[in-house]
């Protein structure tokens, strides 16, 4: 769940065009496992492995100014 500013439709969470949610992208797009980006969520592949889905999660969390929690399915 992103934070109530970047939640927002207008803003277009992290498709922003905000500098600190383009370099999000760019590191999120460097794991391996990571299939595509919507304004609010981030598609894994099936078969990503546990510790990487951690990996992502713990980067997400630290991201506070953008990121509220952290769900996965």
């Given at each position: 769940?992103?934070?109530?500013?970047?939640?927002?439709?207008?803003?277009?969470?992290?498709?922003?065009?905000?500098p600190?949610?383009?370099?999000?992208?760019?590191?999120?797009?460097?794991?391996?496992?990571?299939?595509?980006?919507?304004?609010?969520?981030?598609?894994?592949?099936?078969?990503?492995?546990?510790?990487?889905?951690?990996?992502?999660?713990?980067?997400?969390?630290?991201?506070?100014?953008?990121?509220?929690?952290?769900?996965?399915?």
């Open positions: 769940m992103l934070q109530a500013e970047w939640g927002r439709a207008d803003s277009h969470g992290l498709l922003a065009g905000d600190r949610v383009r370099t999000l992208r760019k590191v999120l797009v460097t794991y391996p496992a990571v299939r595509y980006i919507l304004p609010d969520r981030i598609s894994l592949e099936a078969t990503v492995d546990a510790r990487t889905v951690e990996s992502v999660i713990t980067f997400l969390q630290r991201q506070h100014w953008l990121v509220k929690s952290v769900t996965t399915e």
